[in-house]
């Protein structure tokens, strides 16, 4: 069975959800037999991945470095009798936008039908396609 053909942009043209692929005769008995391909979620509907992606990331970075981090170095610059800069709670958030940012890219590539097809076929990155090998 031959991979299916990504070379066309999800963007600009729909991925339907399954394809039936004709599959060669039998050599036992002559019959023949079609097969269902299902292209993963993530492939069908990159940004809804990628969105999906950045809130992931988003959240609990907003939450550790936002909320918890200054908390803590407030705590810290308390006992030592220092004062937290001000500025640094807006550059820890910053900071989580970026994280959740990368994120959301790394997600988006790894969408693309090409690197799907690419992460499928070696051993080594197979556990990292959306979907296993067919």
Avoid at 40 to 53: D, E, L
Avoid at 78 to 102: F, H, N, Q, W
């Amino acid at each position: 069975m031959t991979d299916p053909d990504y070379s066309t942009s999800s963007t600009n043209v729909p991925q339907p959800a399954a394809e039936v692929v004709p599959v060669t005769a039998n050599p036992d008995d002559g019959s023949t037999r079609t097969a269902v391909v299902v292209s993963p979620t993530q492939v069908r509907r990159p940004w809804r991945s990628t969105a999906r992606t950045f809130l992931q990331a988003l959240i609990p970075t907003v939450l550790a470095l936002g909320v918890i981090v200054p908390e803590v170095v407030k705590i810290i610059l308390d006992e030592t009798g220092d004062a937290m800069p001000p500025r640094l709670r807006l550059i820890l958030l910053g900071i989580s936008a970026g994280v959740a940012g990368v994120a959301a890219a790394l997600a988006r590539i790894m969408a693309i039908p090409a690197v799907e097809v690419l992460l499928r076929r070696f051993k080594l990155t197979q556990f990292l396609a959306a979907a296993p090998k067919q």
